[in-house]
């Protein structure tokens, strides 16, 4: 293994992003370009949009990722984007644009599964902060499209030194992915979009443990996730309580106005929907923590990283720190900008597939559905 430069390219949502990484470890560029401002006034993304945005930005950010990382194109050794899985017309022009790329500069193009990304911005940070994960691990991918959980194994792979990783699906969500639950909840509250970052904040002031909303109640694999019915729940509890219509509407009034920050926000809340954020959080917190780590112990493993936007979230990693703590288990996170989507955990996920000599040819194509496992 050596110190070979990857250039990422991600496009699956709603960010264009491109990065330069050396040895699958060393982030020299990230570049984000995210399109949350265009998507905001729709309050999701908006899949026609966010192909012609990734579009216009592809060229100046994969430009800056080079140039920040102070290299040439022709310094790097291979090409790593993402196949999938995400919204097609987005994908397409990351895939496209690796193609055209690898060809003009007579570089290995290497495919990216999204996932597999996620898993490696945890060993990225690790790597960061100067920690060697154990593996096995459960891996934890939490994010506005995705929830699903991994069983993450590693194996040496022949002379080379590269390690393979291999993954075994263990559970996912029926419905929902959590981060989609905080989208919604937020614009049924008018507390904007994205909703995680501002209800992360406002649960802060709000009791936890005053609305009990009860775990979904599914039958089959334990390990599997549902959070379509909470937001049902939260639109429930706000027709039986329309005395926090008019608040709502103070809020609407204030996003228009392109006021959006928790500060603006926190005083145009009453504590009632305080309460109603916080528990809502701490429902969905303290689920996704108890499934996973109820997945660690059957599979007998000691390690656990959670992965993808939500993982941002304050409560939930102090929350899994400690519970993780108090049954044995060490858990892992990326930082806040490697949480969400981004290009150097797709570099990272490409640099063991270089080194084993995998290739894509000039056929790749997108796939919005691509399993990881
Ligand atoms: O990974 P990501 O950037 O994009 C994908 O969905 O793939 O994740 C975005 C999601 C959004 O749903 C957003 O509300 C959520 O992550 N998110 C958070 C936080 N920051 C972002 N959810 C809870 N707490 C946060 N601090
Ligand atoms: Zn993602």
């Known amino acids: 293994m050596g110190d070979e430069l990857i250039l990422g390219i991600e496009s699956s949502c709603d960010e264009t992003a491109a990065a330069v990484v050396a040895g699958g470890r060393r982030i020299l560029s990230s570049v984000v370009a995210s399109q949350v401002a265009i998507h905001r006034k729709y309050g999701g993304v908006v899949p026609e949009l966010a192909s012609r945005e990734h579009l216009r930005q592809i060229v100046p950010v994969v430009r800056e990722a080079i140039e920040q990382a102070g290299i040439t194109l022709p310094d790097v050794s291979a090409i790593a984007v993402t196949r999938g899985p995400g919204l097609i017309g987005a994908l397409l022009v990351g895939v ?62 022949s002379g080379n030194g590269a390690s393979h990783f291999s993954y075994a699906r263990i559970g996912g969500t029926r419905d929902d992915a959590a981060g989609e639950a905080y989208d919604k909840v937020a614009k049924l509250l008018a507390l904007g979009y994205p909703g995680g970052p501002v209800i992360d904040q406002l649960a802060t002031h709000g009791d936890p443990n005053k609305i009990q909303f009860g775990g979904p109640k599914m039958k089959g694999n334990p390990f599997d996730f549902s959070f379509s019915g909470i937001k049902t729940a939260v639109l429930y509890h706000l027709r039986r309580n329309p005395q926090l219509q008019p608040e709502i509407e103070s809020r609407q009034a204030a996003l228009a106005r ?52 939500v993982a941002a979230n304050s409560a939930l990693r102090k929350a899994f720190e400690a519970e993780g703590q108090r049954r044995g288990l060490q858990s892992y996170f990326p930082s806040r900008a490697l949480s969400t989507d981004n290009a150097a955990m797709i570099a990272a996920a490409g640099y063991p597939r270089f080194v084993a000599g995998e290739r894509a040819t000039i056929l790749l194509n997108a796939e919005a559905n691509l399993p990881l496992a």
């Open 96 to 157: 496209t644009y690796g193609k055209v790329l690898s060809y003009a500069l007579g570089k290995p193009l290497i495919a990216v599964n999204h996932l597999e990304g996620h898993v490696h911005a945890v060993l990225l940070e690790a790597h960061i902060a100067g920690k060697v994960p154990e593996l096995p691990a459960v891996c934890l991918i939490v994010s506005g499209g995705h929830t699903i959980l991994y069983y993450v194994k590693t194996e040496s792979a």
């Open 258 to 309: 392109g006021e959006r920050t928790a500060a603006v926000l926190l005083p145009l809340c009453s504590k009632e929907t305080l309460d109603l954020v916080a528990s809502f959080q701490h429902s969905v917190v303290e689920d996704l923590i108890s499934r996973t780590l109820d997945a660690a112990e059957q599979y007998a493993v000691r390690t656990v990283f959670v992965s993808g936007g």
